[in-house]
């Protein structure tokens, strides 16, 4: 449970360095660089030690898809609360597609 909650916090902070200057176009561009890098350090924070606490009990492609599924949630919430975009239909069933990799890479075969 650990690895997922510093997971979370870990994308939580780069979903804002990746996307989070788009609602300020007007800022200067270096700007919005040097908060995104700002902001990223602190995902690291998180990131380093939930892959390495992780590691062991998951492997790494199971890490980087727990990764990629927290990713699809924390950017589906962000973008309609932060962003005020639309989610659309089409776009639901696209992560849905992805996150259901999760059992083929979880899977015992």
Known sequence: ????????????FMTFAWYGHLKYKD??????????WGIAFVE????VP?????????NAA??????EVITLITFCVFSVTYLKEELKW?????FVL?????FFVFKKW
């Open 90 to 94: 089409n776009y639901i069933v696209g």
């Open 1 to 12: 449970m650990q690895t997922i909650v510093l997971l979370t916090i870990s994308n939580i």
């Open 62 to 67: 199971q890490l980087k898809t727990m990764q």
């Open 98 to 102: 992805m996150i259901a990799a999760v």
């Open 27 to 36: 800022s200067p561009i270096w700007l919005a660089i040097l908060v995104s």
């Open 44 to 47: 690291y924070c998180f990131q």
């Open 50 to 58: 939930a892959n390495r606490f992780g590691h062991g009990q998951f």
